[in-house]
């Protein structure tokens, strides 16, 4: 019997972490979804956060 890293299976090299933004609109992450899924992109995990801060400048200054 094999050690358990015999039931693992290469694979090509994986993208560890990309950024996207998107507009704040219904359907966008879905429709990003579904390119991903259409283009054999496997999604294992994701995050969001608001980017406002990021994008916008402060009007205050």
Do not use: K, Y
Request: no cysteine.
């Amino acid at each position: 019997m094999g050690d358990a890293s015999d039931a693992i299976a290469p694979m090509g090299v994986p993208v560890l972490q990309f950024s996207v933004f998107l507009q704040n609109r219904a359907g966008s992450l879905e429709a990003l979804i579904q390119l991903l899924h259409q283009s054999r992109v496997e999604l294992l995990g994701f995050s969001v956060q608001d980017s406002r801060d990021a994008t916008h400048r402060d009007q205050r200054s």
